[in-house]
């Protein structure tokens, strides 16, 4: 029984990218070979490697049964952010960590604001999405900002999927090899449990 059990686990763990797999040889087929050409690839590459970077951060909102909605506006914000700070001539470190606290500023207010003061996160991330909107389109109304020309060199293949590598290992470990990800899965099994056992439900 055991093993029927475990064998059923691989298998529902392999299945999603089994699927992938059956995707990219059809449209590989139907596309006449021109899926996995190095421009194509280059240019899916663009299009979901920051996608995919958000979406290792948001397994550990989603694995406890929260949502966020606010993503795309966060992001935005804390882009507007980094290209201000960029064109004052400050080093490329300073803008990524400018970037970063840009975008934990607005995501540890929608946690406070959910947790503290028992507002759904839905309603929550909405408001932030649009407060976030709200400032972009403010802002770049009346001018149109460009980052410097000295952040083109980090625009290639080699440093997005090394950042994406990067990402990847870093929430992985976080997640299932930390106390961290394993009381998020905890709270999302079953929240009263997760809190007789010891688990700080309100983190």
Known sequence: MKEKAKAKEILQKIIPFLGIILMIIIFQVGGEGKLLTKGNINSILNQT?????????AIFVYSHGGMDLSYGGVIGFSVLVAILVANTGVPAGVVFITNILA????????GVVSVYLQVSPFITSLCIMYMCRGILNTVCASQKYSIPVEL????NQKFKLGML???FIICYILFEKTAIGKDNKAIGGNPAAAKQAGVNVNI
Not at 103 to 110: D, G, K, M, R
């Open 49 to 57: 490697v920051y996608i995919a970077i958000m979406a290792f951060g």
């Open 165 to 167: 590598l990067g990402v």
């Open 103 to 110: 975008a934990l500023v607005w995501f540890v207010l929608n």
């Open 152 to 155: 083109f060199e980090f625009d």
